[in-house]
């Protein structure tokens, strides 16, 4: 089974948009409008070469991000101040699958983890292909749209969407999830608090398993510090969202594969398994997440 990570452009965001301060999510986005300091982080997507079909996590950004004219009017001094986009159309993810030798109209599944722009805007390129949303996400996109870092309307008519609900099954510390596969070795799970309909995606291949968080954490150290990135929605849901995955890794071999960490590619082709220190290790039951059964 073939794994990739296509990086489909970098973008160019304050440091405080990573490393917010507060727990209120005004606060955090204050603490990143008021920052004059800047980093770049990639944006990440994966494709997966399952005998079932392959399977896409993510569609990324799309290079028309780079015009202006890309988000609304009365947003777009926000989204173009911010933020800087970095990405050829020979970087979306179409060309990037085409490059493996995988035409996007023959990928089975796209699983979105959620909806913000960085993750859907090259949702275009799939017109074959069924695209895997929660429903819980779906819906509060469509009602919060670019308030949700969503643009919806960008979204072509003709996608062919499959909203999932979790059943109550138990994978890891995560007490739902929905069997993508018939094999069952690819499940999603909710891992909510980035948005509250915000998933992941487990790989189960019997020697190592894979953990496509997205945005659970933005990299590797927050995930174990508890650092928070601005446009967090529940910081609370965010902190017991990445206690559930560290009890996953302290029973399981996991890599930990993230959207915007420098590291995850080579996390990916060196197979590094999240490694816990003894402090991490000390986690305590996980409260139940809002929404979960059981």
Same mark, same amino acid.
């Given at each position: 089974m073939q794994i990739y990570a296509m990086k489909t452009g970098v973008m160019t965001v304050k440091n405080r948009y990573c490393?917010?301060?507060? $727990?209120?999510?005004?606060? $955090?986005?204050?603490?990143?409008?008021?920052?004059s300091s800047f980093r770049d982080i990639p944006v990440y997507t994966w494709a997966i070469e399952h005998p079932e079909g392959v399977? @896409?996590?993510?569609?990324?950004? +799309?290079?028309?991000? *780079? %015009?202006?004219? &890309?988000?609304?009017?009365?947003?777009?001094? &926000?989204?173009?101040t911010q933020y800087r986009y970095k990405i050829t159309p020979e970087e979306e993810i179409g060309p990037q699958l085409q490059m493996r030798g995988i035409p996007p109209r023959e990928v089975r599944w796209v699983v979105i983890t959620h909806a913000h722009f960085d993750h859907t805007s090259a949702l275009y390129h799939f017109p074959n292909t069924e695209i895997i949303f929660l429903r819980k996400e779906y819906e509060d996109v469509q009602r919060f749209r670019s308030a949700h870092f969503a643009f919806p309307s960008k979204w072509p008519d003709w996608l062919k969407i499959r909203l999932i609900d979790y059943v109550p099954e138990s994978v890891g510390a995560f007490k739902q999830s929905y069997?993508? +596969?018939? #094999?069952?070795? !690819?499940?999603? @799970?909710? +891992?909510?608090?980035? +948005?509250?309909?915000?998933? %992941? !995606?487990?790989?189960?291949?019997?020697?190592? *398993? &894979?953990?496509?968080?997205?945005?659970?954490?933005?990299?590797?150290?927050?995930?174990l510090n508890g650092t928070l990135d601005a446009p967090a929605f529940n910081s609370n849901v965010t902190l017991r969202t990445r206690e559930r995955i560290q009890e996953? #890794? %302290?029973s399981q071999s996991l890599i930990y594969l993230t959207t915007h960490d420098p590291e995850t590619e080579r996390r990916l082709n060196h197979r590094i398994t999240l490694t816990l220190s003894p402090q991490n290790q000390k986690i305590t039951q996980p409260q139940p997440v809002e929404g979960e059964i059981g």
């Open positions: 490393d917010a301060k507060g $727990r209120l999510r005004i606060l $955090r986005f204050t603490s990143s409008l008021l920052d399977i @896409v996590i993510d569609t990324g950004l +799309t290079a028309e991000a *780079n %015009s202006p004219g &890309y988000f609304p009017r009365l947003q777009r001094p &926000y989204w173009t069997p993508l +596969t018939q #094999a069952g070795d !690819v499940r999603i @799970v909710p +891992t909510p608090g980035h +948005t509250m309909g915000h998933q %992941s !995606v487990l790989l189960q291949t019997g020697e190592q *398993n &894979y953990f496509f968080a997205a945005d659970a954490s933005f990299d590797l150290p927050s995930l996953t #890794a %302290s």
